[in-house]
């Protein structure tokens, strides 16, 4: 096969691809389609894996004060925390901090507040705890919920624990969705490839009339497949972007950079295209392995 | 040391087989319809034969055998000293690649010059870029279509298409040419122009082996005859004094020494 390997190939798919331009734009279409929410599904996925690590990494805790203590009994808790080794830094928030706090988190719907009537946030100590005992935090944590007089204590690893659990939902559903797309993705190809092959009957059968091998039969017809494929994963990640870049986050839904969010990295978008070739390989294969038998 | 070379020389030229087609007891059904019965013939390096027969006779079967384009049910084929039974189905492009065929509706891919059906047959073989165009030229020269080399078959005509045919099947300088009925569809002068190539492409060593009802044109050329009826070969023919002699210097080397 000197002189006519992966290059003309390529350059024999372009011209099939050509050849069936119309089929090849529809399948190309609705591939695109497809990988957009296979797209969709990986952008929640990573996000949601950085909120995460990002709660997972805080080094945070609040630890919630029952209600009636005296500054006595909270000054012993206070010594008591800042005793403990690992502890940074313990402050207090009062009640009415607190309230101040979150009123500003509300910013625009105050009013939500106003309606609650008495001040219903406990009295808290904010807890700043050393990098190097980050692996301690849910024993510290424990620890200090078994003190006298507090009610509750909470870090960013209980939230990264709610938000991980979503993260395995999103996981599982996306890789069923995925796997089901992949199929819908070589079924398409291998019809598209079907139909090139069929379009090339006659110059396929003389061919293997004058002793053309399989390889160089078939050849441009996979990678013929394996671009399609990997066109319809480009135009996926273009509209992604469009969706993430250009419209504006009304319109976009959750999927937009003013909304915080970050975009595909740049190893996934690399990895969703070749995915995509791959799984136009397979379907070209399909196909042409079908049509010489 | 010379007397070791020449000892070479006599084992390499004298073990060159000289049949290069044989049939043994070859059947071959169709749907449970015999097409060939039994038939046994032999054709040796560099002979002229021709296949006769009326439709139905099993002619195009017997060829398509050869080429392994079906697969005989009974009996052994023997190509160029390969058993065909025993290649495997990636083996047989290799063996095409010896063997050129012309078909009697030409095959020639209409939307592509005359110059690119010809390059495909090299292509496929894998020549390099640089030799295609030389190569094909050449051949087409041969045919006498150069100055044609441009133009799509559907803008020839029936002797020109088929004369593109043969210089296709000509172009991987082939060590077998079959043809099945390539007269079929072209005028007696055409028809001539055809055979008179084929004269002169064994001539140089090819050997040919025709499937035709042309009778007149069979007689004239005074070549080997193999008669066919019903699948089965009712006479294998007188082989031409002059076979011999008109094979490639190495062969009759070979065959004096055996």
Redesign the interface.
């Known amino acids: 096969?000197?002189?006519?390997g992966l290059f003309?190939f390529t350059a024999e798919a372009f011209r099939g691809l050509r050849a069936n331009s119309l089929v090849n734009l529809l399948a190309v279409g609705t591939i695109s389609m497809a990988m957009v929410i296979v797209g969709f599904f990986l952008l929640a996925f990573f996000n949601l894996q950085t909120s995460v690590n990002a709660l997972g990494d805080r080094l945070e805790m609040s630890v919630y004060l029952k209600d009636g203590l005296t500054e006595r009994d909270r000054d012993f808790i206070l010594t008591r925390i800042k005793a403990e080794p690992g502890v940074k830094q313990a402050t207090h928030l009062p009640k009415a901090g607190a309230l101040e706090l979150f009123r500003k988190e509300l910013k625009g719907q105050e009013s939500l507040i106003d309606g609650l009537g008495e001040n219903p946030l406990p009295d808290s100590f904010e807890v700043t705890i050393h990098r190097e005992y980050a692996d301690r935090i849910s024993d510290l944590s424990e620890k200090f919920s078994g003190y006298h007089g507090v009610e509750e204590v909470s870090y960013g690893r209980q939230g990264a624990d709610a938000i991980a659990g979503l993260l395995k939902m999103i996981t599982y559903g996306g890789s069923a969705l995925a796997v089901l797309i992949g199929v819908s993705v070589v079924f398409i190809i291998s019809n598209s490839v079907r139909l090139a092959l069929y379009s090339r009957g006659?110059?396929i059968e003389?061919?293997?009339?004058?002793?053309?091998?399989?390889g160089?039969i078939l050849g441009p017809f996979l990678v013929e497949g394996m671009l399609l494929a990997m066109i319809g994963a480009a135009l996926a990640v273009g509209v992604l972007a469009a969706l993430y870049y250009v419209l504006p986050p009304e319109v976009a839904l959750f999927l937009s950079r003013p909304n915080g969010l970050d975009f595909l990295p740049p190893a996934v978008v690399a990895y969703m295209i070749a995915g995509g070739g791959l799984l136009g390989l397979t379907g070209g294969l399909i196909s042409a392995s079908r049509f010489l038998e | 040391m010379n007397l070791v070379i020449h000892w070479d020389l006599e084992i390499s030229v004298s073990s060159l087989p000289l049949t290069m087609i044989q049939l043994h007891r070859v059947t071959k059904y169709y749907e449970g319809v015999p097409a060939l019965r039994e038939v046994s013939l032999s054709v040796d390096k560099g002979e002229f034969v021709f296949v006769t027969g009326p439709s139905g006779a099993g002619k195009t079967t017997l060829l398509k055998l050869i080429?392994c384009?079906e697969q005989a049910d009974e009996g052994q084929i023997i190509i160029q000293g390969m058993n065909t039974f025993r290649l495997d189905s990636?083996s047989i492009?290799?063996?095409?690649?010896n063997i050129g065929?012309v078909f009697q509706d030409y095959?020639l891919?209409p939307h592509k010059t005359v110059f690119e059906n010809i390059a495909?047959?090299l292509?496929?073989?894998?020549?390099?870029?640089g030799d295609i165009e030389r190569r094909a030229y050449q051949v087409l020269k041969k045919v006498s279509l150069e100055a044609k080399r441009h133009l799509t078959p559907p803008k020839l005509s029936g002797g020109e298409q088929q004369r593109v045919a043969v210089a296709?099947a000509l172009v991987?300088e082939p060590q077998v040419l079959l043809a099945d009925e390539p007269t079929g569809n072209l005028d007696p002068q055409s028809g001539q122009d055809v055979f008179s190539l084929f004269k002169d492409i064994n001539m140089k060593g090819t050997t040919v082996l025709v499937a035709t009802h042309d009778w007149e044109t069979v007689r004239k050329m005074q070549r080997r005859i193999i008669t066919m009826e019903r699948g089965r070969v009712t006479d294998i023919g007188q082989r031409a004094a002059s076979a011999t002699a008109l094979q490639p210097d190495a062969v009759r080397t070979g065959a004096k020494s055996v």
């Open positions: 096969m000197k002189g006519y003309y006659q110059e003389l061919m293997q009339w004058i002793g053309a091998t399989k160089f | 080429f384009a990636s492009p290799y063996l095409r690649r065929f095959k891919l495909l047959a292509k496929v073989v894998g020549t390099p870029h296709r991987n």
